[in-house]
């Protein structure tokens, strides 16, 4: 006998428009007095799907940070976690940022940062996914708009929304350099998305997502409800956004660059199972196998 089908909250990658589905999970898991967020930034969480921490790391770390765009890639030299602009061979991208450096790895286990991952989540997290964005000046490309749980739940199998991103800013992120665009509360909504998931999808979807994203009508639609509002940051500020918020990016045409450094934190109560609506696992540099729970690391080793 074979076993019985896991049912799919979630269904997505399909061959029809399905209409939205309402989010069964909370969005935050923790209580007030489980770490540092306060009621009004739990609320914030819970209904809008974003929360702006400032100076969440100091200056010096922002600046270790940032010349880990330039020595990683040149100690690694070709290696499947750079990934770089479809036209020219810029960074774009540098995958499992926290098992390449420790900088990074540090800050994820930092007070502030991991102590809000753990509140958010209600318990003990890992890393699911972490890289280091550099969007070039004048030529860097955004990300069309997308759910982040969409991709992690048909490709690489997290069965429920209960993973968050924190995004810090190594740079400034103003409106002109290709900053992040979210739809505030649209995380309370699944959208199915159309368009089967092709073989090594993630070949192309790091660079350009086409599979995994919502009609333009759904778009529209949820818009008119959410709005849409941009993350404005100084270096070192961070954003925190649920795995299921709709964002995106426009290009970046200006002349400075835009980098940060994204760190998705899974629940170690929402590890994956088979992809929902995908062929094999993605690669480990993108999609966790280490479960490990982070511990926290004093402030002094960052
Ligand atoms: O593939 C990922 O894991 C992430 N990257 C993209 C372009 N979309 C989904 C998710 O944000
Ligand atoms: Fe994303």
């Known amino acids: 006998m074979s076993a019985p089908a896991i049912t799919d ?3 997505s990658r399909l061959e029809a428009e399905q209409p939205p589905i ?4 909370p969005v935050v898991w923790g209580a007030a007095d489980e770490g540092p967020l306060a009621p009004p930034a739990l609320t914030q969480m819970s209904e809008q799907g974003f929360l702006i921490r400032p100076s969440t790391v100091y200056d010096a770390t922002v600046s270790a940070l940032r010349s880990e765009i330039d020595r990683v890639p040149s100690q690694l030299g070709d290696d499947p976690r750079i990934i770089r602009e479809a036209g020219s061979q810029e960074v774009r991208s540098i995958f499992e940022a926290h098992v390449l450096s420790s900088v990074v790895m540090d ?3 930092s007070p502030g940062v991991l102590d809000v991952a753990e509140q958010l989540l209600g318990g003990p997290v890992y890393l699911h996914q972490s890289r280091i964005n550099a969007m070039p000046a004048f030529r ?4 069309y708009w997308h759910s982040d749980f969409e991709t992690w739940h048909t490709e690489d199998g997290l069965p429920q929304m209960r993973t968050v991103s924190c995004s810090i800013a190594l740079t400034v ?3 002109y350099n290709g900053t992040l665009q979210v739809m505030p509360g649209t995380h309370r909504t699944f959208y199915p998305c159309v368009g089967a998931t092709p073989r090594d999808n993630h070949r192309k979807s790091l660079v350009e997502q086409e599979i995994g994203v919502p009609s333009t009508q759904t778009l529209a639609e949820a818009a008119v409800t959410s709005g849409i509002e941009l993350f404005l940051g100084q270096p070192g500020d961070a954003l925190w956004f649920d795995c299921n918020l709709m964002h995106g990016s426009g290009s970046n045409i200006s002349p400075y660059p835009r980098s940060n450094v994204f760190l998705v934190f899974n629940s170690v109560e929402n590890t994956p199972q088979k992809p929902f609506a995908g062929y094999e696992p993605r690669p480990e540099y993108i999609a966790a196998r ?7 690391r004093s402030p002094s080793s960052i």
């Open 140 to 143: 860097g490309r955004g990300f």
């Open 173 to 175: 992120n103003v409106a």
């Open 22 to 25: 309402l989010r069964s999970e």
């Open 290 to 296: 280490d479960f490990t729970p982070l511990t926290p």
């Open 9 to 11: 909250r979630y269904p």
């Open 107 to 109: 800050v994820a286990c």
